[in-house]
């Protein structure tokens, strides 16, 4: 969700924040000011979310569990499976159920992001399962 560009943050960096800024960017394939924004917003919802870390994934930076492999979304979609039972949700992923109100927490300022992912996942499993039912029906069964 492209948000508009409407403030602007004046700061001076060291020399060597700069290099490894220019040289993250080339790496990921992006400016140097769409990376900082990126970087800056990252850690600003890490300092009002403990407990939340971003990772590269091949659909781009997405939330996750501390010390988990398990993203926000994953959380979201378990909770919701199991009708908002908070424990239920936490003994089924392996996690500690400040873990899952942490993604909640997350979640109640950032929805329509983690919306978007859960869809995003279903659409994938959904095209997966076709393409698995018309092998299943080119060998005959």
Request: proline share 4%; no cysteine.
């Amino acid at each position: 969700m492209a948000e508009a560009l409407n403030a602007r943050v004046n700061v001076r960096i060291p020399q060597r924040v700069k290099d490894d800024l220019a040289a993250v960017s080339r790496r990921r394939n992006l400016e140097e000011s769409e990376l900082a924004r990126s970087l800056l917003d990252e850690a600003l919802r890490r300092e009002k979310h403990p407990g939340i870390v971003f990772r590269s994934t091949p659909a781009g930076r997405e939330a996750a569990i501390e010390g988990r492999r398990l993203y926000v979304w994953q959380v979201i979609e378990t909770l919701r499976s199991s009708d908002g039972d908070t424990a239920q949700a936490a003994d089924f992923l392996g996690l500690r159920p400040e873990h899952v109100h942490a993604a909640l927490d997350y979640y109640a300022e950032y929805g329509p992001e983690i919306d978007m992912l859960i869809a995003l996942n279903q659409q994938d499993a959904d095209r997966a399962r076709h393409l698995w039912e018309r092998q299943q029906q080119a060998l005959g069964r």
